[in-house]
């Protein structure tokens, strides 16, 4: 397989041609993924709101999505449900929630079949953030 | 009416004759007695008055009993078939009598018309039975369902309908094991225990607490209290009857401890996010500029957000445990790989203290059935408590093996200063913190009790053997994959479902 880039992750001039979605409202921590994923080569597009989350999800030009769970106008699981739920068109985008909140066991399972991925937020750092995106093809 | 006329006329031929023979009869008697013997008028009045009188006996006593045979033949019928006289035995019908087809005829419309009286009667009493029960049991606001011997639910009341959001035909000759999906928080499941009094008992009851039931399209569990009645010898094969007491709003209150502490996690992460977060980009870009002392700092920094991370997930998987909803899900792992994760992921919490943490993995052992992230949780705490123990010693070994029961034996050893034999029992009691003062080492003490609480859902063991001022040595035992797969041989051996506290689903075993 060839590898996405040569250069080293760290170096931030080189883009790595990938879009990335962070649907976050927490400003701190959107600020955060996006320094950290710019510099890793990431074109980066934050959205606070659920439902313009929602319909920039639907524009499907983005290679990830990163979907928070609490956020304004709809949730994230409403947001899901309509980019995975029946009936949605098909999507290119690979959905990793990003949520510090606690679910129940079915409910997570519920989350976690429709989504890509499902990350805890305080136990990642955006450099593990950065890692594990680069694993997600 | 063709035999009654049939009759009449086999009747009236037959009396015709008789009453010829009975002329002729006459005039011959007075011929013979007039001409051939020649008795004087008087003799021969006497004669025939008496042959009158014979004849006159004679013949009305025969022709009685000749015409009254058909009679007798429908009264014997009628006898026989009344409840009262019903040892009367059923008339012969093949003896040809006198209007044979109109008795045989009357005869067979007696038995139809009884039963008929019979059906409407049993019919009658069937619908009373039916309706009585149906009426009871749909007046009855707690779900009722009665299963046969295949565990196939054969009746559903109303409430069980509306409890479960389903109706009677997506119920009824269905398994109870589709249509309840239940768990429980002991390991004596109500599949386990029906199992177990098909096998052992004729009647038997038994009663749950706390089951959970999920339903469909609905994110709540519903919890209720569980009664059931096993009778094998119910006569209409209602083999097994459940009812439902529902507790939902009462018991989820109880659960609102934990939808505290969920809140009270999701406050908590966020800041920690952060803080890794700031953590993360200093040390990435800060580390060549700072001074030792400082860079030592922030190397604290990261060891204490992450130790902070740790305790907010112990917090909330003890919030877990005690609510009955920590879930675990026992699936194939390699046990190196995973002891490998954990001692790296401390190892910078130990090295800021200075610690090394040392490996003694065997090379050739089984795979284990463990949940990933509970068994995680259990060695981090482990390592966790001989970091915060360890006093000035520096040195912790882990090691891993087969034991001799034939279990995967893991063990945490430090060289502090041990525990004193008195306050060992109590090790593993929620907020235990050993004999130390607050001041001298962190902690809740709820790693211990978390750690207790998963390795018993796992089946396991774990122990304790600590000498004073020679450190102490935690050791916890895992099921091999193999084994545990061999205990749930029907099941679906890739997800096995535990419970702290054993909360159990119903069956990963059931077949449809």
Redesign the interface.
């Known amino acids: 397989m060839k590898p996405q880039q040569t250069t080293p992750p760290t170096t931030p001039t080189m883009n790595n041609g990938r879009k990335v979605l962070v649907v976050e409202d927490e400003h701190f921590i959107s600020e955060l993924y996006v320094r950290a994923l710019t510099k890793a080569g990431y074109d980066v597009s934050v959205e606070v709101d659920g439902q313009r989350g929602l319909e920039l999800a639907q524009t499907n030009t983005f290679d990830i999505i990163l979907l928070d769970l609490m956020i304004p106008t709809i949730t994230g699981i409403e947001v899901l449900r309509k980019l995975r739920g029946p009936g949605a068109p098909p999507l290119k985008s690979k959905i990793i929630i990003t949520t510090n909140l606690e679910q129940r066991e079915e409910i997570r399972a519920d989350i976690e079949k429709q989504a890509d991925a499902y990350l805890v937020k305080a136990e990642v750092t955006p450099r593990e953030l950065v890692e594990f995106l680069s694993t997600i093809k | 009416m063709d035999n009654l006329q049939k009759f009449v006329s086999q009747v009236r031929s037959r009396l015709f004759v008789v009453l010829v023979i009975n002329n002729i009869f006459i005039y011959v008697d007075w011929w013979f007695m007039d001409r051939v013997i020649g008795l004087d008028t008087e003799k021969l009045i006497f004669t025939l008055v008496i042959t009158t009188v014979l004849s006159l006996t004679i013949l009305p006593w025969l022709s009685a009993k000749y015409l009254t045979q058909p009679t007798k033949l429908i009264w014997q019928a009628i006898l026989h078939i009344a409840p009262d006289t019903a040892n009367v035995p059923a008339p012969n019908l093949k003896r040809r009598t006198l209007g044979h087809d109109l008795v045989m005829n009357l005869v067979s419309h007696i038995y139809q018309l009884a039963s008929v009286v019979d059906d409407i009667e049993k019919t009658e009493a069937t619908r009373q039975t039916d309706l009585k029960k149906d009426f009871v049991a749909n007046a009855l606001p707690l779900p009722l369902l009665v299963l046969d011997k295949n565990q196939t639910v054969i009746f559903a009341n109303h409430a069980t309908c509306d409890y479960i959001k389903r109706t009677t035909n997506e119920v009824i000759g269905q398994s109870v094991y589709s249509v309840l999906d239940m768990s429980f928080v002991s390991e004596e499941t109500f599949d386990k225990w029906l199992d177990n009094v098909k096998h052992n008992a004729a009647v038997e009851s038994k009663t749950w607490e706390r089951v959970r039931l999920?339903v469909e399209g609905e994110?709540v569990?519903r919890q209720f209290d569980l009664a059931a009645y096993f009778n094998a010898e119910n006569p209409e094969g209602f083999e097994t009857m459940l009812v439902l007491f529902d507790h939902t709003e009462s018991y989820s209150q109880d659960d609102q401890g934990l939808g505290f502490i969920?809140l009270a996690?999701?406050e908590?992460?966020?800041p920690?996010?952060?803080l890794?977060?700031?953590?993360?980009?200093f040390e990435?870009e800060l580390h060549d500029t700072l001074t030792p002392e400082l860079a030592g700092y922030l190397h604290k920094m990261h060891a204490t957000a992450e130790g902070l991370?740790t305790f907010?997930n112990n917090m909330?998987s003890v919030s877990r445990v005690e609510n009955d909803?920590l879930?675990l899900k026992l699936h194939e792992e390699n046990w190196a790989e995973i002891v490998d994760t954990v001692v790296s992921d401390l190892s910078l919490r130990a090295n800021v203290q200075g610690i090394t943490i040392e490996k003694d993995v065997a090379k050739d052992m089984p795979t284990v059935g463990v949940d990933r992230v509970g068994i995680y949780e259990v060695i981090a705490n482990l390592i966790d408590n001989a970091i915060k123990y360890s006093g000035t010693s520096k040195r912790i070994i882990i090691r891993a093996g087969l034991n001799k029961e034939g279990m995967v034996e893991t063990t945490v050893q430090d060289f502090g200063a041990g525990i004193p034999e008195g306050v060992i029992a109590n090790l593993f009691d929620k907020y235990y913190r050993s004999h130390r003062s607050r001041s001298q080492v962190g902690g809740t003490g709820l790693g211990l009790y978390l750690s207790k609480a998963i390795v018993d859902a796992h089946r396991g063991h774990i122990w304790v053997r600590s000498k004073e001022g020679q450190g102490s040595t935690f050791g916890f035992t895992v099921i091999p994959y193999a084994k545990l797969a061999d205990e749930q041989k029907n099941g679906d051996n890739n997800d096995i479902s535990r419970g702290a506290h054993g909360w159990i689903k119903n069956h990963s075993l059931y077949s449809r």
């Open positions: 999920k994110e569990q969920a996690v999701h908590l992460r966020t920690v996010t952060l890794r977060g700031y953590i993360d980009v990435e991370t907010i909330l909803q879930l």
